[in-house]
């Protein structure tokens, strides 16, 4: 990869959109050119495969089925968005990625991370991260923060036991790849928050 790959993770209502507005925002004013997307969408297939993995109504999706459909739209991302994009050098922003799938399907769900890196195979070799920024805050105060569970969002609905082991799922994640991640404590106010991504992403030479 020729450009540079950042990735932002953390549990619902960690307020990754905010965080991600605010850098856009100071991408902007200093002039430094990005292309933001995000998981999964960010392609007209892969919006299509979001819709389905979301919908409040799909309760008989299989985890294996939402583990493979989260698959299939990364890589539908991939070859036709962020590869490309990387290839021509620019830095890539998306609103979650690969972590995401072992921190939920993986861990939560409970079908190992093996299984998740094996159907991921192709993100894995050819489009890992080279840092990815995960917000830190327990579900608990998340919900709280955010103002309680999407009625309409079949994963939200998952309930607070599932959201517990999401969020352990991404703390073995940070410690197995420590290089990588980027780890923001988000249980302060919002442009602290902010603060501190800055900091980390002009300590790693990245702005």
Same mark, same amino acid.
């Given at each position: 990869?020729?450009?540079?790959?950042? &990735?932002?993770?953390?549990?619902?209502?960690?307020?990754?959109?905010?965080?991600?507005?605010?850098?856009?925002?100071? +991408?902007?004013?200093?002039?430094?050119?990005?292309?933001?997307?995000?998981?999964?969408?960010?392609?007209?297939?892969?919006?299509?495969?979001?819709?389905?993995?979301?919908?409040?109504?799909?309760?008989?999706?299989?985890?294996?089925?939402?583990?493979?459909?989260?698959?299939?739209?990364?890589?539908?991302? +991939?070859?036709?968005?962020?590869?490309?994009? +990387?290839?021509?050098?620019?830095?890539?922003?998306?609103?979650?990625?690969?972590?995401?799938?072992?921190?939920?399907?993986?861990?939560?769900?409970?079908?190992?991370?093996?299984?998740?890196?094996?159907?991921?195979?192709?993100?894995?070799?050819?489009?890992?991260?080279?840092? &990815?920024?995960?917000?830190?805050?327990?579900?608990?105060?998340?919900?709280?923060?955010?103002?309680?569970?999407?009625?309409?969002?079949?994963?939200?609905?998952?309930?607070?036991?599932?959201?517990?082991?999401?969020?352990?799922?991404?703390?073995?994640?940070?410690?197995?790849?420590?290089?990588?991640?980027?780890?923001?404590?988000?249980?302060?106010?919002?442009?602290?928050?902010?603060?501190?991504?800055?900091?980390?992403?002009?300590?790693?030479?990245?702005?």
């Amino acid at each position: 990869m020729k450009g540079t790959f950042i &990735t932002f993770e953390g549990c619902e209502g960690v307020g990754k959109s905010r965080q991600i507005r605010y850098l856009e925002d100071y +991408l902007k004013n200093n002039g430094i050119k990005y292309y933001l997307t995000r998981e999964p969408g960010g392609t007209e297939v892969s919006e299509q495969i979001r819709s389905v993995i979301l919908d409040g109504k799909n309760v008989a999706m299989t985890d294996e089925c939402e583990a493979l459909l989260y698959a299939a739209a990364r890589v539908q991302l +991939l070859k036709e968005v962020i590869g490309p994009k +990387l290839e021509a050098g620019e830095l890539v922003l998306c609103d979650r990625y690969i972590d995401s799938s072992l921190a939920y399907q993986g861990y939560a769900r409970g079908l190992g991370v093996d299984f998740v890196e094996k159907i991921n195979d192709y993100a894995i070799k050819n489009f890992m991260p080279d840092y &990815t920024l995960f917000l830190d805050l327990p579900p608990e105060q998340a919900f709280k923060r955010k103002g309680g569970v999407d009625k309409g969002d079949r994963v939200e609905l998952s309930g607070m036991e599932f959201h517990e082991k999401v969020y352990n799922g991404y703390k073995q994640l940070s410690k197995r790849d420590s290089e990588r991640f980027i780890v923001i404590d988000a249980s302060g106010e919002k442009h602290e928050t902010h603060a501190k991504i800055i900091k980390a992403l002009k300590e790693k030479g990245i702005i």
